[in-house]
């Protein structure tokens, strides 16, 4: 089992540019989460799905970032017109569904110029 | 104000020492898992508990959903423990997401 898969590893973008970033979820997890890591604001939950349905975005941004899960085995999320401010550790993470232990990838560093 | 407070939020100790670790929750958790970031950046699962406690190694956690809180004791420290190690609790509210505690830098010397 290769856990989860984020691509790229690490992205630069410049300012106002767009930026998508892909998670695989671990095969036969029904439930993706995406993740944000800075220094000044710590990990914090952006958003989920469940059975490629979303639940719960009450942790994105309202504007320019939006996240789609397509299928069962990957999921994105996009942000669009790149600001400094957007510049982090993007963490997906997926597990078995319900109150069940999750499982992170090891994370995409997007830095915005 | 916190909904998950960590503590210490560094620690340094000496090779073969014990330690613990705590989060206390302004929330109503009803589990709680502990990682350990790697210098890599990767989160490395160390224990999922529903109220209860488990034991691993040299690691061992307990998680008390009345006191609202969860500890990670660590056993005989050795350098390769060193890192940032993370608590993050579900809560009742209905929605899966995990909410994280801000962390405690480990540095294990020998």
């Known amino acids: 089992n290769a856990g989860v898969i984020q691509t790229p590893r690490h992205k630069v973008t410049g300012k106002g540019q767009e930026a998508t970033l892909w998670c695989e979820p671990i095969?036969?997890?029904?439930?993706v989460f995406w993740y944000r890591q800075t220094i000044v604001q710590g990990l914090e939950f952006l958003t989920y799905f469940r059975n490629q349905a979303p639940i719960d975005d009450s942790g994105m941004p309202k504007e320019r970032f939006s996240a789609q899960m397509p299928n069962q085995s990957h999921s994105t999320l996009k942000i669009q017109s790149t600001q400094p401010q957007d510049s982090a550790v993007y963490l997906c993470?997926?597990?078995?569904?319900?109150?069940?232990?999750?499982?992170f990838g090891p994370g995409t560093r997007l830095t915005v110029l | 104000g916190d909904k998950v407070k960590q503590s210490p939020s560094a620690l340094s100790l000496q090779e073969g020492t014990n330690s613990a670790l705590r989060c206390n929750f302004s929330?109503?958790?009803?589990?709680v898992q502990w990682f350990l970031q790697n210098p890599r950046g990767s989160l490395i699962n160390l224990f999922y508990l529903v109220p209860g406690t488990k034991e691993n190694g040299r690691l061992k956690s307990a998680f008390d959903s009345k006191e609202s809180y969860s500890t990670l004791h660590i056993r005989d420290a050795q350098l390769e423990d060193s890192g940032t190690y993370f608590c993050?609790?579900?809560?009742?509210?209905?929605?899966?997401?995990?909410?994280f505690g801000s962390g405690t830098q480990l540095t294990v010397m020998p």
């Open positions: 993470a997926s597990s078995l569904g319900g109150k069940a232990e999750q499982f």
């Open positions: 095969s036969g997890h029904s439930a």
């Open positions: 929330i109503a958790a009803t589990t």
């Open positions: 993050a609790a579900e809560t009742s509210s209905g929605s899966w997401q995990l909410i």
